[in-house]
T-cell receptor, first 116, second 111 residues
């Protein structure tokens, strides 16, 4: 499976500010996925980041709130904009495996965000 | 109806016992089924996957799939304290081939 590095691992932010989360993969991947896991809840897909095109957002998530960059095949960023306490969550970057692992999803270490 | 449901509350099992977790899904066309383990404060880790009806065993873990009844289960044999975690069921969505996750079941293994 790919090695996925995510940073920061955690942050405490003030309401109204923005935080950019970085995700680096040790191999080239076509798609990178950003998930949110709110306290006591399961994982919800925010968007799919494709290299060379706009990210595809899931219902309930918009680009103005969660802008995504995908400058190359190994890197992506997710920005949480104009944060409110409701954005307190774990944010996870993930990629699909390759070859026989191609339907399996692998996750980065996550970013624990707390908004005051 | 939620796509993937894991309804039972925290599960406490004594060390050495079998922990049994169940998951139901709504999309009859789903083809791939996964179990993830998530330790507190950590990211999910894939521990089992199953594509065909029946049982699949890997070490102390057994995944069971019944597509007719639309459920998938996970058995953990000889439970160890290190198995204490939340277990997430995930199912591919036929519409967009994306994974839908259940809320998870917390397992506590009591020494």
């Amino acid at each position: 499976s790919a090695v996925i590095s995510q940073k920061p691992s955690r942050d405490i932010c003030q309401r109204g500010t923005s935080l950019t989360i970085q995700c680096q993969v040790d191999s080239q991947v076509t798609m990178m996925f950003w998930y949110r896991q709110q306290p006591g809840q399961s994982l919800t897909l925010i968007a799919t980041a494709n290299q060379g095109s706009e990210a595809t957002y899931e219902s309930g998530f918009v680009i103005d709130k969660f802008p995504i960059s995908r400058p190359n095949l190994t890197f992506s960023t997710l920005t949480v904009s104009n944060m409110s306490p409701e954005d307190s969550s774990i944010y996870l970057c993930s990629v699909e495996g390759s070859g026989t692992d191609n339907e399996k999803l692998f996750f980065g270490s996550g970013t624990q965000l707390s908004v005051l | 109806q939620k796509e993937v449901e894991q309804n039972s509350g925290p599960l406490s099992v004594p060390e050495g016992a079998i922990a049994s977790l169940n998951c139901t899904y709504s999309d009859r066309g789903s083809q791939s089924f996964f179990w993830y383990r998530q330790y507190s404060g950590k990211s999910p880790e894939l521990i089992m996957f199953i594509y065909s009806n029946g049982d699949k065993e890997d070490g102390r873990f057994t995944a069971q799939l019944n597509k007719a009844s639309q459920y998938v289960s996970l058995l953990i044999r000889d439970s160890q304290p290190s198995d204490s975690a939340t277990y997430l069921c995930a199912v591919t969505s036929r519409g967009n081939n994306r994974l839908a996750f259940g809320k998870g079941n917390q397992v506590v293994v009591i020494p």
